[in-house]
């Protein structure tokens, strides 16, 4: 049973195969990585850093505003009204 949950998320059209997965996967890390950074003095954080977090912010902010999510609820009958 648990091979058939695996099996059924790696074959998943959002799983591990595909950008939808590993693209969020890593901006997590690096907001992770960012609050790492709040228990330094300000002198000694990186701007090349803070420059990068921005933008990813901003492309991930554009993007979720234009993709198509996948309603899985549809699939389940799990009515959220």
């Not at 969020?24 to 990186?46: C, H, M, R, V």
């Amino acid at each position: 049973m648990a091979t058939s949950k695996l099996q059924a998320l790696w074959n998943h059209p959002a799983g591990p195969k595909t950008i939808h997965f590993w693209a969020p996967t890593f901006k997590w890390g690096i907001s992770i990585a960012n609050i790492a950074d709040f228990q330094k003095p300000p002198e000694t954080l990186s701007y090349p850093q803070q420059i990068v977090i921005t933008g990813t912010g901003l492309v991930w902010s554009r993007y979720s505003t234009v993709i198509t999510p996948l309603f899985v609820y549809r699939k389940t009958g799990i009515s959220l009204a």
